[in-house]
């Protein structure tokens, strides 16, 4: 295989810069255990390790195949060494931060098998939620659906003022969409029809896993809702239609929150979510579904695809989750 060699790589720390955060990332391909009980899943990981900076910097997602949620306080000054230790090329694309181009992960900074390289930046993007992935040439989307992606949550002096959920009340909330064959291992692009109209799984998983479950107290929390999956559309809902609130959207706090009915979430895009538990008795439980919606897709043609019946009309996302049933995180109260 060829490697284009169209951008200059760095590949050492630049003299002057002054870091107040650095770290080391590495990308191998790695086994875990995503279904339970069965064989574990070959996927590509992002494994991360903190040299200097606040110790929450880096937050693992202990279990699944994700990378590491990536805290920074604006004005902060990054630097990380990263090296690429898979059999083949990538390179880390920061989606939604403000940063110089040459940090920026464009394709032509792809790196090849056993190459570095070093990433410098200023945070300077107010607060709100992010994330990186894999963004090589013609292997974007394949090498995120294997596991190349992770979160990051930005925070600054005005969202310090704010009364806002924070610490273990501050979830991260990754959805995405996969096919599993019969060894539990990830089946990607079956067919013409696949790479023509995108990628469409048959199972949800939330931070990795699937039939999530988040054991929560009567009062309020924030949930960065990140679709992480290539092509599927979310439409946001409680199961009993209580209405749902919005603090945030992609990488910045909205004016003030929005409350409806639910929310559509596109691939790439972020969303904060203010869920208030407060009043609800002990041991009550809450769903979050991706509800029905007539989309691009026929669910006819769908069904077809998928070799199976579906519930419901799913369009381009709606109505899929646990099996095929919607549900893709539950809320029970401790």
């Known amino acids: 295989m060829l490697f284009a060699k169209t951008g200059q790589q760095q590949n050492k720390a630049t003299p002057g810069f002054k870091a107040d955060v650095e770290m080391e990332f590495t990308l191998r391909d790695a086994y875990v255990s995503v279904i339970k009980g069965g064989r574990k899943t070959k996927v590509q990981k992002y494994d991360a390790k903190l040299l200097?900076?606040?110790?929450?910097?880096?937050?693992?997602?202990?279990?699944?195949?994700?990378?590491?949620?990536?805290?920074?306080?604006?004005?902060q000054k990054v630097r990380i060494y990263y090296k690429n230790k898979m059999s083949e090329p990538s390179i880390i694309h920061w989606h939604g931060l403000h940063v110089p181009q040459h940090s920026d992960g464009?394709?032509?900074?792809?790196?090849?098998?056993?190459?570095?390289?070093?990433?410098?930046?200023?945070?300077?993007?107010?607060?709100?939620?992010?994330?990186?992935?894999?963004?090589?040439?013609?292997?974007?989307?394949?090498?995120?659906y294997f596991g190349l992606a992770g979160l990051i949550a930005v925070t600054g002096d005005e969202e310090q003022k704010l009364d806002i959920p924070r610490g273990e009340y501050d979830l991260p909330f990754v959805i995405q969409d996969r096919t599993f064959n019969k060894q539990n291992q990830f089946q990607y692009l079956r067919?013409?029809?696949?790479?023509?109209?995108?990628?469409?799984?048959?199972?949800?998983?939330?931070?990795?896993l699937p039939n999530v479950m988040f054991p929560v107290k009567s009062r309020a929390y924030r949930f960065r809702?990140?679709?992480?999956?290539?092509?599927?559309?979310?439409?946001?809902?409680?199961?009993?239609?209580?209405?749902?609130?919005?603090?945030?959207?992609?990488?910045?706090?909205?004016?003030?929150?929005?409350?409806?009915?639910?929310?559509?979430?596109?691939?790439?895009?972020?969303?904060?979510?203010w869920l208030d538990f407060s009043g609800r008795s002990v041991g009550s439980e809450l769903v979050l579904y991706s509800l029905p919606y007539a989309g691009a897709i026929p669910p006819k043609?769908?069904?077809?695809?998928?070799?199976?019946?579906?519930?419901?009309?799913?369009?381009m996302g709606g109505g899929m989750g646990m099996g095929m049933m919607g549900g893709m995180g539950a809320m029970a109260l401790a």
């Open 52 to 75: 200097k900076g606040p110790k929450n910097t880096l937050v693992e997602l202990k279990g699944n195949y994700l990378g590491p949620i990536l805290n920074y306080i604006k004005g």
């Open 191 to 208: 067919g013409m029809h696949g790479k023509m109209v995108g990628f469409l799984g048959d199972t949800i998983l939330v931070n990795g």
């Open 106 to 144: 464009h394709p032509m900074y792809t790196l090849a098998p056993g190459q570095s390289y070093v990433y410098e930046f200023e945070v300077m993007n107010n607060a709100g939620t992010s994330f990186y992935h894999s963004h090589s040439h013609n292997l974007t989307a394949e090498q995120v």
């Open 301 to 315: 043609m769908e069904e077809q695809r998928l070799g199976k019946k579906s519930s419901g009309s799913m369009g």
């Open 225 to 273: 809702a990140v679709n992480g999956s290539n092509s599927r559309i979310y439409k946001l809902g409680w199961d009993d239609g209580t209405p749902i609130t919005a603090i945030g959207t992609d990488a910045h706090l909205l004016e003030k929150p929005e409350t409806r009915p639910y929310f559509m979430l596109a691939p790439g895009e972020r969303i904060d979510l």
